[in-house]
C-alpha cells in the first residue's frame, strides 16, 4: 500500500498557499496545515477520478484540462468549473503565444545564421517577452 505521506500534497506547499491569502501576521498552526493537506488531497482525487471515469468510458487515456472542469460541473463545482475554464481558456492562449513567439525567434535565428553576419551588433534587437500564465485565485 501506499505510504499515507506519499499519497497526501506536500505539507509545505500547502501552507505556503495558505499563508498567500492570511494577513502577514497570521500563524497557521500544524493541525490546521494537516487539516488542509487531507481535503486538498482528497479534493483532487475526487474530482480526477470522476473525470478519470469519463475518459475510461470515452476510451481515452489522458485526462485533461476540459475532462477536469467537465468533473467539477459534474459533481456540482459550477462555481468552480466556471473559474477553471476562465483559467484554461488564458492558460491555453497563453501557450500559443509563447509558441507563436518562439516560432517567429527561430525563423529570426535561422535567416540571422543564413545570412552570415555573425559580427554585426545586435545590441539593438529585442530580448524576448516572458508571459505571465495566470493563476487561479486563492479565493475562486
Known sequence: M???QERLLPIANVGRIM???LP???KVSKEAKQTMQ???TEFISFVTGEASDKCRKENRKTV???DICWALG???FD???EAIVRYLHKYREAERDKATQNKA????SSQDKDEGDSSEDKSDQQPHQQIDVPTPSARV
Do not use: M, T, W
Open 2 to 4: 501506499v505510504d499515507e
Open 19 to 21: 499563508k498567500q491569502i
Open 24 to 26: 502577514p501576521s497570521a
Open 38 to 40: 487531507e481535503c486538498a
Open 64 to 66: 485533461n484540462g476540459d
Open 74 to 76: 459534474a459533481l456540482g
Open 79 to 81: 462555481n468552480y468549473a
Open 105 to 108: 525567434s527561430c525563423s529570426r
